[in-house]
């Protein structure tokens, strides 16, 4: 060999072996770092867990205080006691309104917040444990890309097992049962992660080669020079210079402020993962509810005060006055009470008596709340009949026509129970009129405007003064020493019973 070409080869010999001699030069990386990238892995598997569990808790929470609302509602209209009843309502309103906030909250925050946390860290999660799987089968004897505590190379088929109990599954999982705390990440960046430093920070002694991470050389990712620009595995985490020199690991502590350039993807994973730590599946339940809770406020607002306005009002004072001191204990009290309850109703329970508490169907809720809403209907159409009856009895003129002939519309006019309309007439004569027979049939005392009505009969019984002439007709009663047109004074009876009504309703 001419002595040049010794003198080459042997310094391209030494410059090899110097090159090995330092961890620089595709190592593997030793054990407390490889975990690192481990236990991140292993953490971002865990995210779907938090995601499911907050929807879940704000979907429970609706439901729960919409279910509230029914029952504050069933209360209100079943208790006897008027000013607990009133209260309620207040309750119902404040729930219902709570309810479609969190249901809002919901729809428009926590299920897109959830999604995009979820997905960046089971993309992450995916690309690091396959870097992994490869790395961990990367192994030749004592060599490998993975080392273990006595630096050989680390295998394994389905889990790794890292420094300090740390594991990492190989294998695609998906759980999203159970808890989770989100403290892989806290305010600068991720916790415990790898983050620079030299290369004996990360990569082992001489001689435990790495082909994933050796850009030069028959064994690297490409032959001498071949490899133009640096390689990237494990999203970024470690970069493989084309130079090759030692590995590049980004900070990852410092993930929420390095927004630009390789550091973006894994500043775009923090801040999703930190959306979904503040998201709050209770921000909008009752358990620090007193005078100041704005929706309580609104609710007194609107149902004792009749207004959107508070202008001057002093809403704090308001609540007080409605639920007494101290609030929050009073409505407790309360909504126990309501829970309380005990219905007697046919469609649950086959009538046997049952606290409104037991009852967590929601269709079985809403279907006591509406036969509440029925019975109530039916009770207002009752008394509103009466009233119309007592009001037309308390007349001693035309009234009944008078307000019959008002109503223009066929269905109006047939809904009331004295009039009908005369459909059957032509064209100028169909209107609304006054129907006898239907007041009649209704208990609506018809005065007679014939003077050979009522006037005949009179005369009749006048000319019977004496028992048993008297009480032959049937229409004639003897009174005293008198023979009176009975129809007539029951008429009068009633006129007068009529209008002692209607003069204690307010109009």
């Known amino acids: 060999m001419r002595p040049v070409a010794a003198f080459t080869q042997a310094l391209l010999i030494m410059i090899v072996n110097s090159q090995k001699a330092s961890p620089s030069a595709g190592d593997g990386i030793n054990h407390g770092s490889w975990t690192k990238i481990c236990g991140l ?3 971002l598997a865990k995210v779907p867990k938090v995601a499911t569990t907050k929807l879940t808790e704000t979907v429970q929470l609706a439901q729960r205080l919409r279910h509230t609302a029914t029952r504050c509602a069933i209360f209100a209209m079943q208790a006897k006691d008027k000013e607990k009843a009133r209260k309620a309502r207040l309750l119902q309103v404040f729930f219902a309104t709570r309810a479609e906030k969190t249901l809002n909250n919901l729809t428009s925050v926590a299920i897109e917040t959830a999604i995009k946390a979820t997905s960046s860290a089971e993309y992450f999660h995916g690309r690091l444990t396959e870097f992994l799987k490869i790395a961990s089968r990367t192994v030749t004897g004592g060599k490998g890309c993975l080392l273990d505590g006595s630096n050989s190379g680390h295998y394994h088929e389905t889990k ?6 740390v594991t990492c599954d190989l294998t695609a999982t998906i759980d999203i049962t159970g808890d989770y705390s989100l403290d ?4 600068a960046g991720f916790a415990n992660s790898i983050v620079p430093g030299n290369a004996n920070s990360y990569q082992s002694t001489p001689t435990k080669e ?3 991470f050796e850009a030069h050389n028959s064994n690297g990712l490409a032959e001498q020079g071949a490899l133009a620009q640096p390689a990237k595995l494990a999203m970024g985490l470690i970069t493989v210079s084309n130079s ?12 929420k402020s390095q927004t630009a350039g390789e550091n973006k993807a894994s500043n775009e994973l923090y801040n999703t993962i930190e959306g979904l730590k503040t998201l709050n599946p209770k921000a909008h339940d009752n358990s620090t509810i007193s005078e100041t809770t704005a929706d309580l406020q609104a609710a007194v607002l609107q149902l004792i005060h009749a207004t959107t306005d ?3 009002l002093k809403l704090d004072d308001k609540v007080k006055k ?17 829970y309380s309850y005990k219905l007697r109703m046919k469609i649950i329970n086959n009538g046997e008596e049952t606290e409104l508490r037991t009852v967590t169907d929601p269709g079985k809720l809403a279907a006591i709340l509406a036969f509440c809403e029925k019975e109530e209907a039916d009770l207002i159409s009752k008394l509103r009949k009466e009233l119309t009856v007592a009001q037309l009895s308390a007349s001693n003129n035309n009234l009944g026509e008078t307000e019959c002939n008002k109503i223009k519309d066929a269905n109006e006019c047939n809904d009331k129970p004295f009039c009908s309309y005369n459909s059957t007439e032509t064209e100028e004569d169909k209107k609304c009129k006054f129907n006898a027979t239907n007041s009649t049939a209704n208990g609506v005392p018809v005065t007679q405007s014939e003077s050979g009505g009522t006037e005949r009969t009179a005369e009749k019984c006048k000319d019977n003064k004496l028992e048993p002439d008297c009480t032959k007709p049937p229409e004639c009663k003897l009174e005293g020493n008198t023979c009176n047109n009975s129809s007539s004074l029951v008429n009068k009876k009633l006129a007068l019973k009529a209008a002692g009504f209607v003069s204690l309703i307010p109009f």
């Not at 892989?184 to 305010?187: F, P, R, V």
């Not at 090759?244 to 993930?255: G, M, R």
């Open 244 to 255: 090759n020199s030692e590995l590049t690991i980004p900070d990852l502590n410092q993930a």
């Open 184 to 187: 892989l990440t806290n305010n």
């Open 210 to 212: 790495c082909p994933l």
């Open 310 to 312: 508070k202008g001057s």
């Open 160 to 165: 790794l097992q890292g420094a300090g109990g």
């Open 41 to 43: 892995a292993n953490k």
């Open 322 to 338: 409605a639920f007494k001191e101290p609030v929050k204990d009073k409505i407790q009290a309360l909504i126990h009470e309501v």
